[in-house]
């Protein structure tokens, strides 16, 4: 069939764009459909999606060609020609960033010289047109490959579920919180018990319930660990949806008929919506939130990410979570009929952005310090992330002390059995996986908290037995006088022993983790025992200053400074590093517009995380000082030559409304008292 001339140049266009545009995006979605899970995406949302990213930028390239073709033929030739010379060089630039083959300027050049004999052959070569054109049949084909992938098809395809609520006996009511990226080695003190300088609230639900401190999550990913906690069961395999329908037998669909269900899922939707109505608009949700997702990832190959996806499941987070946290408090009540009250929440997650008292700082969004494995390169970047994480962990804790005293104000905290665990853990130990699970991170990435209150409980105890998150569900069950009417793989903790060895499984994150699966086995097993020892023996959080306040803002070598006045410690101007340069504060949050001159205490975001570099022969460490006081102190970090970068993250309480003065020290000591030297 011979096409009108507008047909084929839409064609040409069409199957040049899905190559661009539609095939990358949708197979990243393919392969991370947790993602539409957490959009809460309807299907005529998700068909609009596709169809606007198969159909939407050759049709503007057309529509422009056609305006553009109403004054001149010749300038509507030369803008085909340009849009398929730039259609051509998007499509080099990924596949050359893929394969790693070149990236940066060098990739953007050669797609570019690519783009253009590109068009040039469609331009003026019959087979080149034939070729583009026929490239449009791409274009459904992608389409139908993502709405039929497996991961899609049961996220956005589902029917009503089949109600099958359970007998329960002793039906009490139960709030239970999942939180997310919590290891319980950022809970504890050197005792073993939880550091209640730090964290008060969840020392104060420590008092009156047990905690487990040998528990462990069976994966260090979410759609995996969440439902195990809420079924009782192993994952039967990697990357299947969490959604009711590919995990019908849980904890919701056990209490569906006998309690009152108030649930809050993040990034999980096994409680069917017909059984729980949504709850959340905090959370970025819907066409627009998936519209953003799809541009993220363009960007991503364009920016040449080795992987796109594994970026892209990283940055699955919320930035709205506390508000989201202080929402659920707020829907908490007292009611005649029992009650299931349950939140996921992503914190202490990243983005580490949040003081203790609630306000933000500017920060990058992914933890720098990171390879493009996602293993830590550099210890100093790597502690300052823990900072920030115990620092989020500090205004977690806060938001959970809202949820007891809410409890209490209703009168229903003593006959309420609660229950507040995490997914998983995260590490900060250089040379391993942030998240991923290595040989020497275990006890920070698999070791969760695991609080149960009972009710009528008014005693801490601390519980050492060895139980993992399938155990959650049958310990709950075990307290509701609830028979779990299918195969499940946990048992309560009551009858859990001390089997030696203690090996337990962790599911594989391919790209992640850095251990090797069983023979045959989608999980690897573990020294559980080694990993717990780890857990107790671990290094809390130093305290180098008197002042608590300032805790999180000291340590390593020169953290017992911070706090000092530098006119107590400079010793004049003998430095030899020169040229000190502060990078603008705007660098490390999106969006925004931040200026060390002009801080807003109250209303703003704190420009709190100051990067910068400086020329030195010498492998220099320096001291931050703001408004004449140490703010902290930075080892130096690799740049390029003889240059240098330092990064500090500095305390709110030394900064003041309007213009700050922000000072930048060599700090030594030759054997003697720390000096700062001044720099010329």
């Keep these: 069939?011979?096409?009108?001339?507008?047909?084929?140049?839409?064609?040409?266009?069409?199957?040049?764009?899905?190559?661009?545009?539609?095939?990358?995006?949708?197979?990243?979605?393919?392969?991370?459909?947790?993602?539409?899970?957490?959009?809460?995406?309807?299907?005529?949302?998700?068909?609009?999606?596709?169809?606007?990213?198969?159909?939407?930028?050759?049709?503007?390239?057309?529509?422009?060609?056609?305006?553009?073709?109403?004054?001149s033929e010749t300038g509507k030739r030369a803008l085909h020609v340009a849009a398929t010379a730039l259609l051509g060089e998007l499509i080099c630039v990924q596949l050359l960033t893929r394969a790693a083959l070149l990236s940066g300027g060098a990739a953007w050049l050669a797609g570019a010289a690519a783009g253009l004999l590109l068009a040039f052959a469609i331009d003026r070569l019959r087979p080149a047109r034939t070729f583009a054109r026929y490239l449009t049949v791409g274009v459904p084909i992608y389409a139908a490959s993502f709405f039929t992938g497996p991961g899609v098809a049961d996220t956005v395809f589902t029917g009503p579920a089949a109600g099958s609520g359970a007998r329960v006996g002793n039906p009490v009511p139960i709030v239970m919180v999942v939180m997310d990226e919590l290891p319980l080695t950022s809970l504890l003190d050197e005792s073993g018990k939880v550091d209640r300088e730090l964290f008060p609230s969840f020392a104060e639900l420590a008092d009156t319930s047990t905690l487990y401190r040998n528990h462990t999550t069976v994966s260090p990913t979410t759609p995996e660990a969440v439902p195990a906690i809420l079924t009782g069961r192993f994952p039967e395999a990697l990357d299947v949806v969490p959604?009711?329908?590919?995990?019908?037998?849980?904890?919701f669909r056990l209490l569906a008929g006998t309690y009152r269900l108030n649930v809050w899922e993040q990034v999980t939707r096994l409680c069917p919506p017909d059984t729980c109505p949504t709850t959340d608009s905090e959370s970025p949700r819907g066409l627009s939130a998936l519209v953003s997702d799809g541009l993220y990832l363009i960007a991503g190959r364009l920016r040449g990410d080795s992987d796109s996806r594994p970026v892209f499941q990283i940055r699955q987070s919320d930035p709205a979570a506390p508000m989201r946290f202080e929402r659920f408090v707020r829907s908490l009540g007292a009611s005649r009929e029992p009650r299931l009250d349950f939140l996921h929440v992503l914190l202490p997650h990243q983005p580490w952005r949040f003081l203790p008292d609630g306000r933000r700082y500017n920060g990058p969004f992914v933890?720098?310090?990171?390879?493009?494995?996602?293993?830590?390169?550099?210890?100093?970047?790597?502690?300052?992330?823990?900072?920030?994480?115990?620092?989020?962990?500090?205004?977690?804790d806060r938001l959970l002390g809202l949820m007891l005293d809410r409890l209490r104000e209703l009168?229903?905290?003593?006959?309420?059995?609660?229950?507040?665990?995490?997914?998983?853990?995260v590490s900060f130990r250089n040379g391993e996986p942030i998240r991923g699970v290595g040989e020497d991170n275990q006890s920070q990435v698999l070791w969760t908290p695991l609080f149960v209150k009972l009710p009528h409980q008014r005693?801490?105890?601390?519980?050492?037995?060895?139980?993992?998150?399938?155990?959650?569900?049958?310990?709950?069950?075990?307290?509701?006088q609830l028979d779990i009417p299918y195969t499940h793989d946990g048992m309560p903790a009551s009858r859990r022993g001390v089997p030696v060895p203690d090996l337990r499984r962790v599911y594989d994150w391919e790209g992640?983790?850095?251990?090797?699966?069983?023979?045959?086995?989608?999980?690897?097993?573990?020294?559980?025992?080694?990993?717990?020892?780890?857990?107790?023996?671990?290094?809390?959080?130093p305290d180098l200053v008197d002042?608590?306040?300032?805790?999180?803002?000291?340590?390593?070598?020169?953290?017992?400074?911070?706090?000092?006045?530098?006119?107590?410690?400079?010793?004049?101007?003998?430095?030899?590093?020169?040229?000190?340069?502060?990078?603008?504060?705007?660098?490390?949050?999106?969006?925004?517009?931040?200026?060390?001159?002009?801080?807003?205490l109250d209303g703003g975001m704190l420009p709190l995380y100051v990067t910068g570099s400086f020329q030195s022969a010498r492998p220099n460490e320096v001291v931050i000082a703001v408004n004449g006081r140490v703010a902290g102190w930075s080892p130096p970090l690799p740049l390029s030559g003889s240059r240098r970068r330092f990064a500090v993250l500095t305390p709110p309480q030394f900064w003041r409304e309007g213009a700050n003065r922000i000072e930048v020290f060599e700090v030594r000591d030759d054997g003697g008292p720390a000096r700062l030297m001044r720099i010329r």
């Design 367 to 396: 933890a720098a310090g990171l390879s493009s494995e996602y293993h830590w390169i550099d210890p100093h970047l790597a502690e300052i992330a823990r900072q920030r994480h115990l620092l989020q962990l500090r205004y977690t």
């Design 243 to 251: 959604t009711y329908e590919r995990h019908p037998d849980n904890l």
């Design 411 to 425: 009168g229903t905290f003593d006959r309420t059995m609660i229950v507040v665990t995490a997914d998983h853990g």
């Design 512 to 541: 992640f983790s850095a251990i090797q699966t069983d023979p045959g086995e989608i999980y690897a097993t573990i020294d559980a025992g080694r990993g717990f020892r780890e857990v107790l023996e671990a290094e809390p959080w």
């Design 1 to 71: 069939m011979v096409l009108s001339r507008r047909a084929a140049a839409w064609s040409e266009l069409a199957g040049l764009a899905g190559l661009a545009f539609a095939q990358p995006v949708l197979a990243d979605l393919a392969a991370s459909p947790e993602t539409l899970v957490s959009r809460r995406l309807a299907a005529w949302e998700l068909f609009v999606f596709v169809a606007l990213l198969s159909l939407g930028p050759p049709t503007v390239l057309f529509a422009l060609e056609e305006i553009v073709g109403r004054f």
């Design 459 to 480: 005693r801490g105890v601390t519980d050492d037995r060895q139980i993992t998150s399938v155990d959650v569900l049958p310990t709950v069950a075990e307290v509701l």
């Design 547 to 600: 002042d608590p306040a300032l805790r999180l803002f000291a340590f390593g070598r020169w953290g017992h400074l911070v706090g000092a006045r530098v006119d107590e410690l400079t010793a004049g101007t003998s430095s030899d590093i020169s040229s000190v340069t502060l990078d603008d504060p705007d660098e490390h949050v999106e969006g925004g517009d931040l200026d060390f001159a002009d801080v807003d």
